[in-house]
């Protein structure tokens, strides 16, 4: 049951360069979503979130598209640096807040900027 | 900065022991969370945690499993009977309550059930 999809295991960029990862949903009850980045040993840091009412907000070099009718979102990373190297999950909820505020969560995609 | 602590880092259990995995949360916090992740799959949630109840819990959140938050500050998770196939990451994850915050995780505990 994949509700959340990120079809890419793995992406490759050059330092300066833009990173796209992207990310699939098929719950049309989703209404909030977030990308959270973790390196190894560490938990999944939030990075960028996204209300189902936007299409886009930006947060310095992150920025998340939203296209609900696509149901896609994608998280462009602008220019890519070395130590964004990590692994980055794309996150939904159906609600933002409350008791019932939980995370279903993709397979992640491992980006690795080289130098 | 605050954040979510979890101890231990690492933890090795043979099959059919108990096992509790504890975490402070931030100390401002609400909701308590547990997910788990099975190496090499995602990350999936098992439980929320508000009032001193357990608000949701997933279908793998069964009766060998429990959450408790003893005195105001640990919020734990035990599993009564491990199994082979307990054995992934458990973080625990917290959040203030506001509609404008986000949850915050822990670094993990690794159970490995042998």
């Known amino acids: 049951d994949q509700q959340v999809k990120q079809n890419s295991p793995s992406l490759s960029v050059q330092e300066g360069r833009i990173s796209i990862l992207n990310c699939d949903y098929t719950?049309?009850?989703?209404?909030?979503f977030l990308w959270y980045k973790k390196y190894p040993a560490e938990g999944p840091t939030f990075l960028i979130s996204i209300s189902s009412i936007k299409d886009k907000n930006e947060d310095g070099r992150f920025t998340v598209f939203l296209n609900k009718s696509a149901k896609h979102l994608s998280l462009h990373i602008v220019p890519s640096q070395p130590g964004d190297s990590a692994v980055y999950f794309c996150?939904?909820?159906?609600?933002?807040?409350?008791?019932?505020?939980?995370?279903?969560f993709g397979k992640g995609t491992l980006l690795t900027v080289n130098p | 900065e605050p954040e979510v602590t979890q101890t231990p880092s690492h933890q090795v259990t043979q099959m059919g022991q108990e096992v509790i995995l504890r975490c402070v949360p931030i100390s401002n916090h609400l909701y308590f969370y547990w997910y788990r992740q099975i190496l090499g799959q995602k990350v999936e949630f098992l439980v929320s945690f508000y009032n001193n109840e357990i608000s949701e819990k997933s279908e793998i959140f069964d009766d060998q499993f429990s959450v408790e938050r003893p005195d105001g500050s640990n919020f734990t998770l035990k599993i009564r009977s491990t199994k082979l196939e307990d054995s992934a990451m458990y973080f625990c994850a917290s959040y203030a309550g506001l509609a404008t915050d986000t949850q915050y995780f822990g670094p993990g505990t690794r159970l490995t059930v042998l």
């Open positions: 996150a939904a909820s159906a609600v933002r807040g409350g008791s019932n505020y939980k995370l279903t």
């Open positions: 719950n049309s009850m989703f209404d909030y």
